[in-house]
């Protein structure tokens, strides 16, 4: 089952009250929390402030944002994270597998990486929580082969794997890493971006990536778990267009 939302941070001008009320207007059902911006690590009123919020509009909260990235420096103790986690009712917490893509890990490196994965697995499964990787560039889940040997490596059953189209390759391949990582998957960040343009992250409507789009989510609808599917990276940060690529959203998910 697919189930639409949206990713807070992709309006961080907007308080969650405004974004709370954009995401009703937009008949969608979930939203994941930032906690760069909306609700900050550690800030445990602010997470139960919007959490409440968040189920007064009818709305839950489908995983929380955190930014935590394994292997780095200067990162919050996972504990705080956690405990926001808990606060704001989120059942995932989403973070970044490092600060360095596939190609430039060593191997100590990635055994850092994979310790620290084991270790907030273990902490987030005390507190009744997962923990999903970033599907991303510049991380150990920059492609769909680093990101099951990271699985295979850690061997944890708390940790889960986000997806969203990689750049710089055909949709066949995009498609083909989706099947991948489909038996680890929680959640898809869903945007449209052109994938030969010059400016290869410029922004358009949801619309213009249908096809695709379409075989994506077909392989969603098929799993016999619920995937949240979250608008992100609007086309001009604009409110309108997200109005409208949540009525594509809505569509394709029927």
């Known amino acids: 089952m ?35 911006v909306h609700v900050p690590h550690g800030d445990i009123q602010q997470a139960e402030t919007v959490a409440r919020w968040t189920t007064d509009a009818g709305l839950s909260v489908a995983a929380y944002g955190s930014y935590y990235r394994l292997g780095a420096p200067d990162q919050p103790a996972f504990e ?9 009712g989120a059942p995932t917490i989403r973070v970044w597998a490092g600060n360095r893509g596939s190609a430039e890990a060593d191997d100590n490196y990635r055994k850092q990486v994979y310790d620290e994965a084991r270790q907030i ?3 987030a499964k005390q507190h009744q929580r997962s923990v999903s990787f970033e599907f991303h560039d510049g991380t150990l889940t920059d492609t769909a082969q680093s990101a099951l040997q990271l699985m295979d490596a850690v061997q944890h059953d708390n940790l889960a794997m986000y997806w969203q189209p990689p750049h710089r390759i055909s949709d066949e391949e995009r ?14 960040h869903v945007f449209q971006w052109h994938r ?33 599917a979250m608008l ?23």
Do not use: C, M
Not at 2 to 20: D, N, W
Not at 203 to 211: I, T
């Open 2 to 36: 697919i189930i639409p939302g949206l990713v807070s941070i992709t309006f961080r001008q907007l308080s969650p009250s405004e974004i709370i009320e954009l995401v009703a207007k937009a008949n969608l059902n979930v939203i994941e929390w930032g906690g760069d």
């Open 80 to 88: 705080s994270v956690v405990e926001t986690a808990v606060a704001l």
């Open 175 to 188: 498609t083909a890493s989706l099947v991948s990582v489909l038996p680890y998957l929680t959640h898809v």
């Open 121 to 123: 697995a273990e902490i």
């Open 232 to 254: 992100e990276f609007v086309r001009d940060d604009d409110p309108d267009q997200f109005l409208e690529d949540a009525k594509t959203l809505l569509s394709w998910v029927k």
């Open 196 to 228: 030969n343009h010059p400016q290869e992250r410029i922004r358009y409507a949801l619309q213009e990536g249908e096809s695709a789009w379409q075989i994506y989510l077909n392989h969603l609808k098929v799993s016999d778990r619920h995937h949240a």
